[in-house]
């Protein structure tokens, strides 16, 4: 139900007018035009939808609704996760996400024999938290013909590299269309729930699949928030075509040039410090990056690249690099091209991607469970880990910033990221409070080129609003780090949920 005429009023004395799903006009509300229907925040904060700039809705919802490793304090209790949720959904392929080892007591992670001995012969499939590495069941190698033969298998199940994606491909491939939708369905209820108004769907061929993606943009027909798609795929290997035929906002989002610290994939310049015979892997070649860059380039396209080690934004930029040598700035700064992560640069590069325009989709809530001195950072990368993530080095150079939580990698919650984004771990390398908030609202509009040219509280922008249950100003709330409930979104004008 499209709002055609409506006035929704929040502290005592603002107000905006919503007409045909845009904002009318906003000022004080005892100016206000008249309006068939007014709504009364009764001191309720009015603000924009927030965006997250970066989720995976079909393995965010199973998830949701499924075996959530995230909590598991040891490898004792993951174990007992799994043969509960095994027991209780006795056929099919058994999915799960979250766990981590690193402050596990046993000091190890799951194996292969773990799952074998926890649910027999079935198949089983459960991603490390970062989601770049996973341990899997024998019934699930069985799945996947020559997996042995692929960089990064190893015989204890613990797959990295390009038997994990053949792996995960294999898992996710195995879930039927019915529980996809109800997967999908449940991220997009979770989000609206949260005040999410649009996501960003990072999807590819090693993610989850054209079909997926598909699938998911068809719920748009639903009263949902907004998903815009992503396709992670060189073009040189069609990812263009994929793009055009579903209409997608861009080539990239997950295209990934490397890994994940926690699995000792992301690509560095240096050793990995608890692992020094590896600094991780550059998964393509730097000219089929150039190539990818300059086909989407020219056919105004904006490119998108997964990189996290600092070897690998290295690498992405240099084919940018590449690009504006051929085609010029300008040509390249029109796309905004953007680097998923980005949580391992320095100041030159910061400088490039400033200089040409380009879009760090940041998720905060990386640096609130792995960094600082302490944590898993500093473990895999010693005295380097602090100058991970320097969110305030890339908003002081001008660099674009955008908010995500790469659900269900870290879970839907853009208040809390929003506040990790202030609070980092490094002392200085967090963001001013009303930027943070600004990066989880206008950024991700900014960074999928929708954004209105005036900001999302403009007239003539579309209506994706959120009203709170609070009767906190936004600075009050950003300075108590305050989550309030949301009470009404609206998403170009719709209600999600029934109206107050």
Known sequence: MLITDVTIEDRPGRAVHVVDGRIAWLGPAGSAPAADRVIAGEGALLTPAFVDAHVHATATGLALSGLDLHSSSSLAAALRQIVDHAAAAPAGIVLGTGWDETGWPEGRGLTRADLDAAVGGRPVYVARVDVHSATVSTGLLDLVPGIAELPGYSPDGRLRLDAHHAARRAAYGAVGPEQRRAAQRATLAAAAALGIGSLHEMAGPEVSGADDLAALLAL????????????????????LDVVHELGLAGAGGDLFCDGAFGSHTAALSEPYTDRPETAGALRFETASLVHHVRACTEARIQAGFHCIGDAAVRQVLDAVGTVVGELGPAAVRACRHRL????????????????????????????????????????????????????????????ALALGSDAPVTPLDPWGGVHAAVDHRTDGAGLRPFDAFDAATHGGRYAARSEHPEGPLAVGAPASLALWETAQTLSAVLGDRARPACRLLLVSGEPLGALP
């Open 340 to 399: 998923e992560h980005v949580e391992m640069i320095g100041g030159a590069d910061i400088a490039r991607m400033s200089d040409w325009g380009m879009v760090a989709s940041i998720q905060p809530a990386f640096d609130a469970a792995w960094g600082g001195t302490a944590g898993m950072y500093a473990e895999r990368l010693g005295a380097r880990a602090v100058a991970c993530n320097p969110f305030a080095d890339l908003a002081d150079a001008g660099v």
């Open 220 to 239: 748009a027909a639903e009263p949902a928030p907004q998903v815009l798609g992503y396709w992670g795929e060189l073009a040189e290997r069609g990812g």
